[in-house]
C-alpha cells in the first residue's frame, strides 16, 4: 500500500520557483531515496511534504490530501522531519531533546519504553544522557537528531543529509543504525542523501532530481548499475 505519494509537486519561495514537478511515491514501511546534486531540490521536496515551503500539486499521506497543511498538522499525522542541519535544541540536554521529540503522545509507558529503545540504537546518547546537546559531537547530534524524530512514533521519516559533515565511519555507524530502525520498526523513509553508496545500502528505490524535476527513477540495484549514476554518485 502506499503511504506517501507526490505527484507534480511544485514549490516555490517568493516568486522562485524551485520545484517544477517532483512526482515520488513511498510504500507502507518502505524507504526511497532522492538522490541530486547541490540545489537540485532535494530538500524543498522535504519541506514540500511537511509544509514549509509553499507548494502545488497534489501531495498524499494514507490516501489523504496534505498539500498545504500547516507542519504542525503533517507532524501530527505521523510525518516527522530530521532536518538539514539536524535541528536538535542546543540548549537542552540529549533525554530532554528526546523528550521533546514525544510531545504530541500521551502513552507514557510506551514512551519510556521507545526512549530506551533509542538509548540502544545508539548507545553513545546513553553515555551523554544529560549532555546539552551544544556539547555533543556532530554525529552525536546526528543520532540525536534521529532519536529524536523516532520518539514521535512516526509512521513516516523525512531524513535531509544525515551523513553530512561526518567522518567516514560514523556515517556509516549512523545508517546502521537507521537500517536497524527500519527493520524493526517498519517505519518508512525518505532519504535524502549526496552519498549514494550510503544511502543504496538503506533504501529500495530512488529518484534523481534535476533542477527541480525528476530525471530517473528505479530500483536500488537498477540504479547502481548505471554508468551516469556511477559517474555522477558512485565515485566511479
Ligand atoms: N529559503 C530559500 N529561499 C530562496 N531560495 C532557496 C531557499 N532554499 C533553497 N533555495 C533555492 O532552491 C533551490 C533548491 O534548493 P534545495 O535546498 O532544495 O536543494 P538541495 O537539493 O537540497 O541542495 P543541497 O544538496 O545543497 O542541500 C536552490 O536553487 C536554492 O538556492
Ligand atoms: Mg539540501
Known amino acids: 500500500m502506499t503511504l506517501l505519494e507526490l505527484t507534480d509537486v511544485t514549490a516555490s519561495y517568493g516568486p522562485v520557483r524551485v520545484l517544477e514537478g517532483v512526482s515520488l511515491s513511498v510504500p507502507e514501511g518502505g524507504a526511497v531515496g532522492i538522490l541530486g546534486a547541490n540545489g537540485a531540490g532535494k530538500t524543498t521536496t522535504l519541506r514540500a511534504i511537511s509544509g514549509t515551503v509553499r507548494t502545488g500539486g497534489r501531495i498524499t499521506f494514507d490516501g489523504r490530501n496534505i498539500r498545504g497543511s500547516r507542519p504542525d498538522k503533517v507532524a501530527s499525522l505521523g ?31 510506551a514512551i519510556a519504553t521507545d526512549l530506551d529503545y533509542c538509548l540502544d540504537l545508539f548507545p553513545q546518547l546513553k553515555d551523554r544522557i544529560n549532555s546539552r546537546a551544544a556539547a555533543l559531537s556532530g554525529g552525536e547530534q546526528q543520532m540525536l537528531a534521529v532519536g529524536r524524530a523516532f520518539m514521535a512514533k512516526p509512521r513516516l521519516l523525512l531524513l535531509d543529509e544525515a551523513s553530512l559533515g561526518l567522518a567516514p565511519s ?5 545508517y546502521a543504525a537507521i537500517r536497524r530502525l527500519r527493520q524493526e520498526s517498519g517505519i518508512a523513509m525518505l532519504v535524502v542523501e549526496q ?3 550510503l544511502a543504496f545500502t538503506l533504501v529500495d528505490t530512488a529518484t534523481v532530481l534535476e533542477t527541480g524535476r525528476n530525471v530517473l527513477t528505479g530500483s536500488a540495484d537498477e540504479l547502481k548499475g548505471m554508468d551516469e549514476i556511477r559517474r555522477a554518485y558512485l565515485g566511479g
Not at 530530521?82 to 502513552?107: C, M, W
Not at 560514523?170 to 549512523?174: C, E, F, M, N
Open 195 to 197: 552519498n549514494a553508496n
Open 79 to 109: 510525518i516527522a522531519h530530521v532536518p538539514e542541519g539536524r535541528g536538535t535544541l542546543a540548549q537542552l540536554s540529549v533525554r530532554e531533546n528526546l523528550r521533546v521529540g514525544a510531545y504530541l503522545r500521551k502513552d507514557r509507558k
Open 170 to 174: 560514523t556515517a556509516k555507524a549512523v
